[in-house]
């Protein structure tokens, strides 16, 4: 049975190296992987050594060829850094382009999560689509089944490191999010948020000045840059 098994993995690593190699990403070969068959990775994302994308419930993450649960799927260039994690727990992890995950980040899927274009995801940040059930005193809390919303979080989106975003969110385009904060409600589009529990801080855009500039050439210039060439 056991040579068996592990001819059957070696096969199966075989294919799944074969896969992620021919869509163009990159997969550190200390990576830890389950469940590859319902992993689809876009051109030059890279997963990082000790990273780990599981298919799976964490507890059923034996091989890296078992039946997945749920799916996950990265857009083209994206970096998963060490020790992050992407686990489905039997949802939909859906991300789009050039987003990061830092390390120690933990994205589950309960409920599904979708990540647009571009977002920035500092370390040991948690995205969480789901709830224990806890209302009947009488009745073990892990007896009680969880809830499962959904978090949506928009493209060109700044999570600060230790950001915890709860179920039933949606973060619009262009938020900022600052470090430690726990967001219960939704935000609107290019707000600023912080605290625990979040609150909205200030809006992107409403500036006394504007801190970037681009010239007629798409040249993209910051204040500090700007101040930096005046003062040499
Ligand atoms: C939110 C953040 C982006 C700054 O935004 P900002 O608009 O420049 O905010 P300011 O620094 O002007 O602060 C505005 C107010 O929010 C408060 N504030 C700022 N960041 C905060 C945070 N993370 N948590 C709680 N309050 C915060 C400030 O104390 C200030 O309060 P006050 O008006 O009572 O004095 C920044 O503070 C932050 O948290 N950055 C994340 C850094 C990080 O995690 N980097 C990881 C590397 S990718």
């Not at 992987?33 to 990273?51: D, E, F, H, P």
């Not at 009680?144 to 975003?165: E, F, K, N, P």
């Not at 010239?215 to 700007?226: F, H, P, Q, V």
Request: aromatic share 6%.
């Amino acid at each position: 049975m056991r040579p068996l098994r592990s001819l059957r993995q070696f096969w199966s690593l075989r294919e799944m190296r074969r896969q992620f190699a021919s869509s163009g990403a990159r997969v550190a070969a200390s990576a830890c992987i389950y469940g590859w068959r319902g992993i689809k990775l876009g051109a030059k994302t890279t997963i990082y050594s000790q990273a780990t994308l599981a298919c799976s419930y964490l507890d059923f993450q034996d091989a890296p060829d078992m039946h997945p649960a749920g799916s996950i799927s990265l857009g083209k260039r994206c970096t998963v850094l060490n020790g992050a994690l992407l686990a489905t727990y039997g949802g939909e992890i859906i991300i789009g382009d050039d987003v990061s995950f830092n390390p120690g980040v933990i994205v589950y899927g309960h409920g599904g999560v979708r990540i647009g274009n571009g977002t920035r995801i500092a370390a040991r940040t948690l995205i969480i689509p789901a709830n224990h059930a806890f209302l009947s005193p009488d009745i073990p809390i892990m007896c009680q089944g969880l809830t499962c919303r959904g978090i949506s979080v928009g493209r060109d989106v700044w999570m600060g490191a230790h950001v915890v975003v709860l179920d039933g969110v949606t973060i619009g385009d262009g938020c900022v999010v600052g470090a430690g904060a726990v967001i219960t409600k939704s935000l609107p589009p290019f707000s600023i948020a912080a605290g625990v529990p979040a609150k909205i801080i200030g809006k992107r855009g409403q500036l006394s000045e504007p801190q970037i500039r681009m010239d007629a050439d798409g040249e993209i210039s910051t204040m500090a840059s700007e101040n930096r060439k005046n003062d040499s």
